[in-house]
Structures are given as structure tokens and as C-alpha cells.
């Protein structure tokens, strides 16, 4: 296993549903990423976590629940979505303070 | 927040053809990468220049920080050049991305 792995790679949920997205990285770096890429839309910055510990959270919906429990680790849980939610999640890792940024492959969600 | 424009947003190519992106900057940066984006959505890292001109075969970037830009040239395209280009860039330890450039390379 090497660089950024995410799983699952696609995903159909309705807005009932309870699901999580998963971001392992095998870098050693120390800082973690979530983006939201949306159609037509620039890349939009969800959650940071450095150490472990949440540094930024870009006014993101309660109903996204980011969970970091150690340095290669990053789940997205999510429950009661909006159709408007679907969209493409990845994943990112960084060794701070260098921001030097490797993605995931990315996680597609069909919020129905 | 810190601004960033790339252009064009849209390049159709002849395949064996040269073309260069564009990325403008409103802000000083600490870091600007360039990503291509492959059709199953996954960011490929091609550059992380925070300053002076890089090559990697085909593919070469300039970032003029002085000035708040950087070029992405592409030489002699290939239809495995076709997607999207991103500029991403960090001056606050996190990144802001453009809009992007897609790019379509005809056979």
C-alpha cells in the first residue's frame, strides 16, 4: 500500500442513511485533509486535522462528522444528507508545515 | 481569502500541439502545486513550485511569485493529456484551488 488510499470509491446513500468514508495514508505525514469537489465548482476545503487535532472547519453542515483517531486515519461520517451533498469527497495528507498535498483517489456520493 | 484565477477554462488541442495555463495569485504564497485531474477523479501531483521553472518530460511550470503567477507549458500533447488542470496554491497553510483548466486533446 503506498500514497492515499480511500474507500469506498463510489457510494449511494439515501438522506436517512448513516455512512462513513474512509482515508488511510501511508506517507508518515502529520496532517489530513478533506475537500468536497462539486460539479462546475472549484475544490472547497471541508475539515483540517494537524496532529491529530482539528485545525480548521471551513463552516462545514453538522450532518458531516469528521473523526481523526491517529495520524494515518481520517473517516467522514455522515448521516441525513441533502441531495445536494453528492459529490466528489477526497482525501489529502501533508507533512505541516511543508503543504505539499497528495490526494486520494476520491470517494463518489449519490445522496438520493 | 486569496484569490486564484486560471485560464484558459476551457483548451482543445491537436494532438502533437504546445500549450500553456495560466495561474494568477492575489496574495503571496508559501506553496503552489499543479495537479491534473484523471477522468476517474483522482489528483495527480505534477508540480509543487513555489518558485522558478521545473521540468518533468513533456511537462514544464514557471511560478514567477515576485509576480503571482505560474504557466504550465505542455509540449507536444498526447490524448492521455486530456483533463483537467488545477493550481492549487497555500498561504496559510492550507490550499485554495482555481477553477481549473480542462483540457481536450484530439487524436
Known amino acids: 500500500e503506498t500514497g492515499v488510499t480511500q474507500t469506498p470509491r463510489h457510494l449511494v446513500m439515501g438522506m436517512t442513511n448513516k455512512k462513513s468514508l474512509k482515508c488511510e495514508q501511508h506517507l508518515g505525514h502529520n496532517a489530513m485533509y478533506w475537500y468536497k469537489q462539486s460539479a462546475k465548482k472549484p475544490l472547497e476545503l471541508m475539515f483540517v486535522?494537524?496532529?491529530?487535532?482539528?485545525?480548521e472547519n471551513n463552516s462545514v453542515p453538522s450532518r458531516f462528522s469528521p473523526e481523526c483517531p491517529n495520524s494515518s486515519h481520517l473517516f467522514l461520517h455522515l448521516h441525513t444528507l441533502q441531495p445536494e451533498d453528492s459529490a466528489l469527497y477526497l482525501c489529502a495528507s501533508s507533512q505541516r508545515p511543508n503543504t505539499e498535498a497528495f490526494f486520494g483517489q476520491g470517494t463518489r456520493l449519490t445522496v438520493v | 481569502g486569496i484569490q486564484v484565477e486560471q485560464s484558459p477554462p476551457d483548451l482543445i488541442l491537436q494532438e502533437g500541439a504546445n500549450s500553456t495555463l495560466r495561474c494568477n495569485f492575489s496574495?503571496?504564497?508559501?506553496?503552489l502545486q499543479w495537479f491534473h485531474q484523471n477522468p476517474w477523479g483522482q489528483l495527480i501531483n505534477l508540480f509543487y513550485i513555489p518558485s522558478g521553472t521545473k521540468q518533468n518530460g513533456r511537462l514544464s511550470a514557471t511560478t514567477v511569485a515576485t509576480e503571482r503567477y505560474s504557466l504550465l507549458y505542455i509540449s507536444s500533447s498526447q490524448t492521455t493529456d486530456s483533463g483537467v488542470y488545477f493550481c492549487?496554491?497555500?498561504?496559510?497553510?492550507?490550499?485554495?484551488f482555481g477553477a481549473g483548466t480542462t483540457v481536450t486533446v484530439r487524436a
Open positions: 492549487a496554491v497555500d498561504n496559510d497553510y492550507k490550499l485554495s
Open positions: 486535522y494537524s496532529l491529530e487535532e482539528r485545525v
Open positions: 496574495d503571496s504564497v508559501n506553496n
